[in-house]
């Protein structure tokens, strides 16, 4: 059974760094693109980043574009958003989804919360 | 950046009736379109992939169709368990993008 859990959130002051983690299970993590997908409170889904499978590929959104830094570890079957320069609006539950590029998010995690607040 | 357009926002059905929400995109996408249904205070799950191929576990009431701008999914015959909100999402191009979703709430 495919499993990912997120861990890591919690809350953070404007301007401050935060890793998001995300453990896979169930499935040959190398074989798969990961994506990290957001949901701020209230409101409906958005792509935040997404990493081929031996990392050699990145994208991003727009607004976080040298702001966040998506990385796996394959070794550990784990994948990370490395979150600098917190704003409010980056508040939001992250979650770990396996796909990515021109494939659908066919299994998620359960999400992680990060709040940006002073 | 391809938009996605769904409507309706929301909608109020009673038990055994026909759902369909639309997703419009904002240019082609051939099939790279997936639907999603995220129940409350839980994380999405995959219900249709590439338009309409339904997603393994999925029931067979819900179905998918459409290709190029418009696309539709269909629940048969609503159930109660079946109030969540739904999404659309492609995959066609960079950035990925999601519709804004359809909550279906059951009278």
């Known amino acids: 059974e495919v499993q990912l859990e997120e861990s890591g959130g919690g809350l953070v002051q404007p301007g401050g760094s935060l890793r998001v983690s995300c453990a896979a299970s169930g499935f040959i993590f190398s074989g798969h693109w990961m994506t990290w997908v957001r949901q701020a409170p209230g409101k409906g889904l958005e792509w935040v980043a997404n990493?081929?499978?031996?990392?050699?590929?990145?994208y991003y959104m727009g607004s976080v574009k040298g702001r966040f830094t998506i990385s796996r570890d394959n070794a550990k079957n784990s994948l990370y958003l490395q979150m600098n320069s917190l704003r409010a609006e980056d508040t939001a539950v992250y979650y770990c989804a396996r796909g990515g590029s021109s494939i659908c998010l066919d299994s998620w995690g359960q999400g992680t919360l990060v709040t940006v607040s002073s | 950046e391809i938009v996605l357009t769904q409507s309706p926002n929301f909608q109020s059905v009673t038990p055994k009736e026909k759902v369909t929400i639309t997703c419009r995109a904002s240019?082609?996408?051939?099939?790279?379109l997936h639907w999603y249904q995220q129940k409350p205070d839980q994380s999405p799950k995959l219900l249709i992939k590439?338009?309409?191929q339904s997603f393994s576990g999925v029931p067979s009431r819900f179905s998918g169709s459409g290709s190029g701008t418009d696309f539709t999914l269909t629940i048969n015959s609503l159930e109660a368990e079946d109030a969540a909100t739904y999404y659309c999402?492609?995959?066609?191009?960079?950035?990925?993008?999601f519709g804004g979703g359809t909550k279906v709430e059951i009278k």
């Open positions: 240019q082609s996408i051939g099939n790279s």
């Open positions: 999402h492609q995959t066609a191009s960079l950035p990925l993008t």
């Open positions: 590439y338009a309409s």
């Open positions: 990493i081929k499978e031996d990392g050699s590929e990145k």
